[in-house]
C-alpha cells in the first residue's frame, strides 16, 4: 500500500476554485486565516509572501506554493508591506494600478478537504509546501493547475469526479517535490517516507492496519532492533508507531462513519478491533464521544456546510 495515496484518498479533495490573481505597481493584500488549503503558481513576475511572524518569501516565474491550511498571510509587489485587508473572491483579483499590462500574473485557488479528518491527517503533512521554479516538476504541477482551473470553467458531466482525482494528484505531485527538497528539521509522514527502512513499516502497516502489530515486530520489518526502531520512528514521525497507527486506524474509522454504510461491528473488525464494543470505548476515549455521535453531529455540519456555499 502507498501512505500518501491513503492519505490523499482519505482527505477526498472536492470543490476546486482557481482564479487568475494579477498585479501592477506597488500593492499588499492582506488575508485572514481560513482553514481551506490554498494554491498559486506564479505565471508571471514576482511576488512576495508574508506570514505573520516570518521572513517575506520569494515567489518568481514558475514558482508554486501549496498550503494544506492556510494561515493569515499578506501578498505583495515588495517584502515588508503592510497591506490591505482583502476578502478571497472566486472571480479574477488585480491588485495595483487597474490600468496596463500586469507586471505579476498568477494562477490561483483553493478547494475543500474532508473535515472531519483534517486536523489529524493535515498534521502528517508539511505546513508548506514550496517548489521553487529551478524543480522541473513545477512545470508538471503548472500544466496540472491549468487543467483544474479549465474544468472549474467548465459544466461538464463528470466534472465533481474529475476535479476530486486532478485534486488528488496535484497534491501527491506537490508531495513528492517537496519530498525531495525538505530538510531534516521537519517530522511528518514525507519524513517518515524518505527513509526507506520506515517506508517499509508504513506500507506494511497501511497495508493490513487490522493486523495485530507490536513494535517488535515492526522492528522486524525495518531491520532494527525495538530501541533503534522506536526513537527513529518517533523522530521521523513525531509519535510513536503504535500511537501512529492508533492514529490512522480512527481516521479511517471516522470516514467510514461519515460515509454511513457500514455497522460498527464491521467497521471494528476491518481496522483491528475485537468488537463494536472495543472499537466505542477506544473511540469515545479518543473523540470524546462515542461512533453514533460524531457521525450525527458531523454528518449536520456537512450539510450546512453544502447549504452555506449555495
Not at 501527491?172 to 531534516?184: F, S, V, Y
Not at 462515542?290 to 452555506?308: L, V, Y
Amino acid at each position: 500500500m502507498d501512505p500518501f495515496g491513503d492519505v490523499i484518498a482519505l482527505l477526498r479533495p472536492n470543490t476546486a476554485i482557481a482564479k487568475p490573481i494579477s498585479g501592477r505597481g506597488v500593492w499588499a493584500a492582506r488575508y485572514a486565516a481560513h482553514d481551506a488549503p490554498g494554491f498559486t503558481i506564479i505565471l508571471k513576475g514576482v511576488c512576495w509572501v508574508t506570514f505573520e511572524g516570518e521572513t517575506p518569501l520569494k515567489l518568481e516565474t514558475g514558482a508554486f506554493l501549496l498550503l494544506p491550511t492556510t494561515p493569515a498571510f499578506t501578498l505583495s509587489s515588495r517584502p515588508g508591506m503592510d497591506g490591505t485587508p482583502t476578502e478571497p473572491m472566486d472571480a479574477p483579483v488585480r491588485h495595483g494600478d487597474q490600468e496596463g499590462e500586469a507586471d505579476f500574473v498568477a494562477l490561483g485557488g483553493t478547494f475543500r478537504i474532508e473535515t472531519a479528518n483534517a486536523p489529524l491527517l493535515l498534521a502528517l503533512l508539511p505546513r508548506m509546501i514550496h517548489v521553487p521554479p529551478s524543480e522541473g516538476r513545477s512545470a508538471r504541477l503548472g500544466r496540472l493547475i491549468d487543467l483544474i482551473a479549465e474544468e472549474c470553467l467548465g459544466d461538464e458531466p463528470g466534472k465533481d469526479m474529475i476535479l476530486q482525482r486532478m485534486l488528488e494528484v496535484l497534491l501527491i505531485e506537490a508531495l513528492r517535490a517537496h519530498g525531495k527538497t525538505m530538510d531534516n528539521d521537519h517530522v511528518g509522514l514525507l519524513h517518515g517516507m524518505r527513509d526507506p527502512a520506515l517506508a517499509r513499516v508504513l506500507a506494511a502497516m497501511h497495508a493490513d492496519v487490522r493486523g495485530d502489530w507490536t513494535v517488535a515486530s515492526l522492528a522486524r520489518i525495518a531491520g532494527q532492533s525495538r530501541s533503534a526502531f522506536a526513537a527513529r520512528f518517533g523522530a521521523a514521525l513525531g509519535c510513536g508507531p503504535i500511537e501512529y497507527l492508533a492514529r490512522w486506524r480512527m481516521a479511517l474509522a471516522k470516514d467510514a462513519l461519515l460515509r454511513g454504510a457500514k455497522t460498527l461491528d464491521r467497521i471494528a473488525d476491518e481496522i483491528g478491533y475485537e468488537s463494536a464494543s472495543a472499537f466505542s470505548t477506544a473511540f469515545r476515549k479518543r473523540l470524546g464521544c462515542p461512533p453514533g455521535q460524531f457521525a450525527r453531529i458531523n454528518a449536520c455540519g456537512d450539510h450546512a456546510r453544502d447549504q452555506g456555499a449555495r
